[in-house]
């Protein structure tokens, strides 16, 4: 079985970058769809100025954004790794590494952020 995950093969479901999305993933999908276990801070955005000792639901969000930023980072490596050598495969990620500043994506950090969207 041959799973892709942002450009990447994982020859298996076991590969570190498949395994890597499957797990953070659900995660990412139960925070934004379990009603009552985040408050909703787009409909009251007061509750961004609570402090985090007294709004203990604020780590989780964080928590998956830093997995998400490991497995993005992990991925975005690889691809650049494979364009230097030349075994790049001309998938999107390698257009949006080659095209970026020309496209309005100026930099590592903001090629990340659009990395969520892809």
């Given at each position: 079985m041959?799973a892709?995950v942002?450009?990447?093969?994982g020859?298996?479901?076991q590969?570190?970058?498949?395994?890597?999305?499957?797990?953070?993933h659900p995660q990412?999908l139960?925070?934004?769809?379990?009603i009552g276990?985040?408050?909703?801070v787009d409909?009251?955005?007061?509750?961004?100025?609570i402090?985090?000792r007294?709004?203990r639901?604020?780590?989780?969000?964080?928590q998956?954004?830093r997995?998400?930023?490991?497995?993005y980072d992990?991925?975005l490596?690889t691809?650049e790794k494979k364009?230097v050598?030349?075994?790049?495969?001309?998938n999107?990620?390698?257009?949006?590494?080659t095209?970026g500043?020309s496209t309005g994506?100026?930099?590592?950090?903001?090629?990340?952020y659009v990395?969520?969207w892809?």
């Amino acid at each position: 079985m041959l799973a892709v995950v942002y450009g990447v093969r994982g020859p298996t479901l076991q590969n570190h970058n498949v395994k890597g999305f499957m797990e953070v993933h659900p995660q990412f999908l139960d925070c934004l769809d379990v009603i009552g276990s985040m408050p909703p801070v787009d409909l009251f955005p007061f509750l961004t100025y609570i402090p985090e000792r007294f709004a203990r639901w604020k780590e989780y969000p964080k928590q998956i954004r830093r997995l998400q930023e490991k497995l993005y980072d992990r991925v975005l490596s690889t691809v650049e790794k494979k364009m230097v050598s030349g075994h790049g495969i001309g998938n999107l990620m390698e257009e949006l590494v080659t095209n970026g500043p020309s496209t309005g994506i100026p930099t590592r950090e903001h090629l990340m952020y659009v990395l969520q969207w892809v």
